[in-house]
């Protein structure tokens, strides 16, 4: 078996270096930050046909080889549902080009397998130029449910949505947008969310933002629900950053519409049942017993006024006091309800230890929980009934569409 065979890369010919798939591929990610993954994949593949060797001079052999680096792109990234997604349509977009086409009825053709290759390169750059104007006309669709007044919940850093809150934005007039933003950010997204939310306040778009543990206290402000996927199964379902199911679940609740704004090569052939179905190996629940290793403790770092209280272990005696459950010990009996209202502070308190106060100890502003970050690649599952509809650059689907217009693609 040779290395072309088992990595996917182009064997040395002529003194030319191999193609690296793989390189090629994460240097046109470094190179244009707008690049999705499953874009990046495929304008890879694309400059893998067009570096074919001389040795390659069949269809099928040069379908085993974008298969066989296509398996080495996924291997390559931990998370790899997007990219399997644009790179296996975009597989079957050529099978189909070349479904009932000689050799002799391709445009310049001259009967050889180089005049087909060209076919091939031709084809996929076609796909790859309308892959990138994919988003351009979601927006433009995706930015007329956006509505005076409205309130836009929305996560993570999908392209997708940025584009449709600008073009929203820029519908409503330079410098007087009519609608509101709420945006849900996380430790993993916060890079790629912060990028978009400049971009819309420069518009004059007035955004909030929140922890992810507000957003049910947010939902009652909530006019809408807009997120991206990273996938779309069978069943009209999506895969999306860590969160989003959640925020349907609650937008469910609550009344409110979903709508999911994704580019068509996204959809892909899976069908979950649940969140532990999904093909991809995720640490979001990680049980541990190893207390010497706690994630997530508060780092309570003592005031200057505070040290003297200090014990041994550079705890307060008001943490220590709490840790041990002896605060009720120290708490004085409220008699009646204008002792408890009328008296912000009590003298008993203040005066058995000078941490105890009625404000509690003195503990700093910056003094937060060290949150069990999760990585930037988790995912969850949203399932179809949670959502109103998917806004692609076909138009606006129903979820219980998705399956035909898998049907239409694949078949």
Do not use: C
Request: charged fraction near 20%.
């Amino acid at each position: 078996m040779t290395r072309m065979d088992t990595v996917g890369n182009i064997p040395k010919a002529n003194g030319k270096p191999e193609f690296d798939i793989v390189a090629t591929y994460q240097s046109l990610l470094a190179s244009d930050p707008e690049l999705t993954m499953p874009v990046a994949a495929i304008e890879a593949l694309v400059q893998l046909l067009a570096q074919l060797p001389p040795t390659l001079s069949t269809i099928s052999e040069t379908l085993d080889l974008l298969a066989t680096s296509t398996a080495q792109l996924k291997r390559s990234i931990p998370n790899p549902i997007s990219l399997s997604a644009g790179t296996d349509l975009f597989q079957r977009y050529l099978i189909t080009t070349l479904r009932g086409t000689s050799l002799t009825n391709i445009p310049g053709g001259g009967g050889d397998f180089k005049t087909i290759r060209q076919h091939l390169l031709s084809n996929g750059r076609l796909f790859v130029q309308r892959a990138k104007e994919a988003r351009t006309t979601i927006g433009d669709i995706g930015a007329r449910f956006v509505r005076d007044g409205s309130v836009v919940l929305t996560n993570g850093g999908s392209r997708v949505v940025g584009t449709v809150l600008r073009k929203a934005a820029e519908a409503h007039g330079a410098g007087s947008p009519r609608f509101k933003v709420i945006y849900v950010q996380s430790a993993s997204s916060q890079r790629e969310s912060q990028k978009i939310i400049r971009s819309l306040r420069q518009l004059s778009v007035p955004v909030a933002t929140i922890p992810e543990s507000a957003v049910a206290y947010s939902m009652g402000k909530v006019s809408m629900v807009l997120v991206g996927a990273e996938g779309v199964v069978e069943n009209g379902g999506i895969i999306s950053r860590i969160g989003t199911y959640q925020m349907g679940i609650l937008a469910k609740a609550a009344g409110r519409p979903m709508y999911v704004v994704t580019e068509s090569h996204k959809f892909v052939r899976m069908f979950p049942l649940g969140q532990y179905d999904l093909p991809i190996e995720q640490k979001v629940l990680d049980f541990r017993i190893d207390a010497s290793d706690d994630e997530g403790e508060v780092d309570v770092k003592l005031p200057q006024n505070d040290k003297g209280n200090a014990n041994a272990n550079g705890r307060s005696r008001a943490a220590s006091l709490i840790e041990s459950g002896r605060w009720m010990e120290q708490t004085p009996a409220v008699m009646d309800k204008s002792e408890y209202f009328g008296k912000m502070e009590s003298p008993s308190l203040s005066s058995k230890d000078p941490s105890l106060s009625s404000k509690g100890p003195d503990i700093p502003q910056d003094a937060t929980p060290a949150p069990a970050t999760l990585s930037s690649t988790a995912v969850d599952y949203t399932p179809p009934d949670l959502i109103t509809a998917l806004i692609t650059e076909s138009g606006v689907h129903t979820p219980s569409a998705v399956s035909e217009e898998l049907i239409k693609i694949w078949y």
